[in-house]
C-alpha cells in the first residue's frame, strides 16, 4: 500500500469543515458533476470484483520477470518457467520451462507476431549463453541460439528485442568493461535473426571501441545504447532491414565500469530514452530523437506539471506518438495525482488530468485509445483503489470507478496494468502474490 505519511509529506485533509465554507464548496462540486456529465463523463460508482487469480508465486529473483497480454492469453516469466492463462477464465494454458537445471534470465520486453524472445543458461555457471524465440499462442520454441554470455556481473536488462519482423540480441560485453579484453568485440555483439524461423539476418557495424549494453526494437530500426571508450554513452539507431547504422547521438558520460541504469530505453519508434529518474524524486528526463537522430525534445522528470514517478516503470507509458507519465504535484498542503500526456515528436505537452488527491499512482494502460488509471484513494479511505479512464487524445475523464478493493493488500504494487475487453488485470512480481488479479465492474 502506498504510504501518504511522513515529514514533509503529510497528505492527510482535515475533515473538520467552517459552517460558512461548506455550502459554496457544496454548490461548487454540485457544479461540477452537472459540469462533467454534460461533457459526457460517468458519475463516480460501481465496484470491481475479482474474477481469478493465478497461483500465488515463491522465491522470486529480479530476473526473468516480464508479463504479456497477447490476443486472449496472459503470459508470465519468472526464473523458473513461463506461464499461460485464458484471460477470460484464468484456465492453465500451456507453461514452458528452460531445459536441465537452466534459467531465465532475461526476456524481451515487448511481443511481436505472438513471439518473445527468453534469454536462458546455468546460474550460477555458463551464463545467458542461449537466445530463444517463445510462442506464446502454443508455449514452445520455435528457435534457439547460442550467445556469448558475460560473467556473475552481466546486466540482463533490454537483452533481447523483438520487432519488424525479427529478432536482436546482444552478446556480452562485461569483460570489455573491466579489462579491454572484450568475449566478443563490439562490431560483433549486436545481431539480428529471423524471427519466425531464426536465420540470421545480419550483425551490425559498431563504431570502433564501442559495445551495445541495451537494444531496443520497432518496425523500421533497431536502436541501441552503446558504451564506448569506457567513458561515454551514446544511441545508435539501425536500419531494421540491413543492420546499416542510420546515426548517432551523445546520451552524456558514464559513471561506472559496468551497466548501472543511467539510461532505460523507452521507445525505438521513435527513440526515447531515460535518463535518470530511477528513484522517487531523483532527477532525470525523457530525451526524444527524430529519424536523423537529432533532439527533438527533452521532458525533465520535473516542471509545472510536478514530479514524474519515472522510477515505476508501471506509471509510464509510450503508445500512438505519445509519452504518458504519471506525476504528482503539491497545492498548498496537498498532493495532487496526475497523469500527463507529451506528444513525441515535439515533446510539447498535450494534456493533463488530476486523477487523486491525497492518494498515489499505482499503475496506468493505455490501449484502444483510453488511458486507465490506478489510484490508490488514500488513507482516509482505508486504503482503497480508484479506477479512472480517460480519453487519450485529450484527457477526457470516461469512467470512474470506486473499486472497493485495495489491490496491492499489502503485497506490493502492481508491476503492470493490461485491459483485456472489460476486464482489468493487476500484474505482480513480488514472491507471496498472485501474479495476475483480473477484475470486473459491476
Known sequence: MTDNTGPG????????????????????????????????????????RVVWEAPVDSGAMDYGNGAWLVGDTLVRSRFDA?????????????????????HICAVSRQAADSVVLIARGSMPG??????????????????????????????FTDMVAVG??????????????LDTRPAVPGSKALRAFDLRTGAPRWTADISEGCVPEQVAAGERQVVAVLACARTELRLSAFDAARGRQRWTAPLGGRTTPVPDGQVTLRSAEPAVVQTGGTTEGGPGAFLIFGAGGEATGRIGTTGGYGTVQAHTPALVAVADGRLYLGAESREREAYRDRVVAFDLTSGRRVWLEDVAVAGGLRALDVTGGRVTVLADRGSRHDGLDELRVLDAATGDEKESVETGLDVDRGQGEPADLFVYEELVVA???????????VYARE
Open 9 to 48: 509529506r503529510d497528505r492527510r485533509l482535515s475533515g473538520r469543515q467552517e459552517p460558512g465554507r461548506f455550502r459554496p464548496l457544496l454548490a461548487a462540486v454540485t457544479a461540477l458533476l452537472v459540469a462533467g456529465f454534460a461533457m459526457g463523463c460517468s458519475a463516480p460508482g460501481g465496484s470491481l
Open 164 to 177: 519488424g519482423g525479427i529478432a536482436v540480441l546482444r552478446d556480452a560485453d562485461d569483460m570489455w568493461a
Open 82 to 102: 513461463v506461464t499461460a492463462f485464458d484471460a477470460g477464465t484464468g484456465k492453465s494454458r500451456w507453461e514452458y520451462a528452460p531445459p536441465g537445471r537452466e
Open 427 to 437: 500484474v505482480r512480481r513480488d514472491a507471496g502474490a498472485p501474479p495476475f488479479s
Open 126 to 155: 555458463a551464463g545467458c549463453s542461449t537466445v530463444a524465440a517463445l510462442d506464446l499462442t502454443t508455449g514452445r520454441e520455435r528457435w534457439h541460439t547460442p550467445r556469448t554470455p558475460g560473467d556473475l556481473t552481466e546486466t
